[in-house]
Nanobody, 125 residues
Framework: QVQLVESGGGLVQAGGSLRLSCAAS????????VAWFRQAPGKERQFVAT????????YYADRMKGRFTISRDNAKNMVYLQMNSLRPEDTAVYYC??????????????????WGQGTQVTVSS
């Protein structure tokens, strides 16, 4: 069982940066695949980035490549999302997710059993 708690959201101007954090419980968290998703009002939950376990690769949604960076610190059971060059369309609730199994559909919310409560990111123009 893993519990996830996000933090770091807030209001930022377009072009600015934020770093989201996700604190995880669980002694074997380093073996979990982790991801960030986001959901804007009235829209479906959208894949942002994922990192496959402690030595796995990272993958990003096309619109985030070059602007967002996912990372993790397994010693601290933390996952991060560094967001640069933010745009108003990045406004959403951002969620941290994790799963212990390998799933080919890792870009889908259905591939993750564990979710945080979300943190709001608002980018003003």
């Amino acid at each position: 069982q893993v519990q996830l708690v996000e933090s770091g959201g807030g209001l930022v101007q377009a072009g600015g940066s934020l770093r989201l954090s996700c604190a995880a419980s669980g002694r074997t968290f380093s073996y979990y695949r982790v991801a960030w998703f986001r959901q804007a009002p009235g829209k479906e939950r959208q894949f942002v980035a994922t990192m496959h376990s402690s030595v796995g690769g990272t993958y990003y949604a096309d619109r985030m490549k070059g602007r967002f960076t996912i990372s993790r610190d397994n010693a601290k059971n933390m996952v991060y999302l560094q967001m640069n060059s933010l745009r108003p369309e990045d406004t959403a609730v951002y969620y941290c997710a994790a799963d212990q199994r390998y799933r080919a559909d890792w870009g889908s919310p259905n591939a993750y059993d564990y979710w945080g409560q979300g943190t709001q990111v608002t980018v003003s123009s």
